[in-house]
């Protein structure tokens, strides 16, 4: 990433170009990497991540995630510190998911959630949140890297989704008022590397303001009513069809992932 944390801590402002970083961290604040190189072993993936969803196996779309320290035929590392997951399609009946809307299960695939929380709040005012990937595109696939409610749904802050084309979907639940907000950034090549950015961060005693970048390039400001002491879970899986369409591909499908990242300001 090109914007170096002395810029970020120095509080620098958005300006028409959209080249700063939020609103800057409380006098005396000081800087902690949180998740760094998790992906270097599998002993750092399973001391940062826990394998699958934070509530299961399924979701809302017809994958159902299949990954355990002794099963990485879906959520794997490679050599270089990138992680894998790899999307299969299932000849056999599975039964239907068990989450709203309950989609017939067509594939098995992987997920990862972080064991420590992103919780903004008066100790720690704003936070970074950030990943490189090579995230899959064609209709029926549908990967993301996102925050979501650890005790109520919303909040929720998805930093990246592509929903079955080239348009990274940013999007923020706007919990007190309701609804959603979303930025959509076309990628060119998104299987290629590319950098998902969120800088969050609390701008009153109940809300937050979310800053997404794409490539470095910032795409949008979000207001998120009602984040400010609600802990996130951090998120890396690869649904499939649901929102991205169907059919989805008949062969397998792979999301790969480096450099994630998540610091935080110490008030």
Not at 35 to 56: D, H, K, M, Q, V
Not at 83 to 101: F, K, M, Q, V
Not at 224 to 246: C, D
Request: hydrophobic fraction near 35%; charged fraction near 15%; glycine fraction near 10%.
């Amino acid at each position: 990433m090109t914007v170096s944390r002395r810029t970020l801590l120095a509080g620098a402002t958005l300006g028409a170009a959209g080249l700063g970083a939020g609103a800057p961290p409380a006098r005396g604040a000081a800087w902690e990497n949180v998740i760094s190189g998790s992906f270097a072993s599998y002993a750092t993936l399973e001391s940062a991540w826990n394998y699958r969803y934070p509530w299961g196996s399924d979701h809302n779309g017809t994958a159902r995630m299949y990954a355990s320290a002794s099963d990485h035929n879906h959520v794997f590392l490679e050599s270089g510190g990138v992680l894998g997951i790899r999307a299969t399609r299932i000849t056999w009946d599975e039964g239907n998911s068990s989450a709203d809307p309950h989609l017939p299960i067509r594939y098995h695939s992987g997920a990862l959630h972080a064991k420590q929380h992103v919780v903004v709040n008066d100790q720690f005012p704003t936070w970074e949140v950030k990943g490189e990937f090579q995230a899959p595109s064609a209709r029926g696939t549908w990967p993301a890297f996102w925050l979501t409610g650890v005790n109520s749904w919303p909040p929720e802050s998805d930093i990246l989704e592509f929903k079955g084309d080239n348009r990274n979907w940013s999007n923020t639940y706007r919990n007190a008022s309701g609804g959603w907000s979303n930025t959509l950034t076309t990628v060119s090549n998104p299987g290629g590397w590319h950098a998902y950015r969120a800088w969050i961060a609390k701008i009153n005693a109940t809300d937050v303001d979310i800053h997404y970048y794409v490539d470095d390039r910032w795409v949008g400001q979000h207001r998120g009513a009602g984040f400010v002491n609600q802990p996130l879970w951090l998120i890396v899986n690869l649904q499939m069809e649901g929102s991205s369409g169907s059919p989805g591909p008949a062969a397998e499908t792979l999301y790969r992932a480096r450099n994630v990242y998540v610091g935080r300001t110490r008030a």
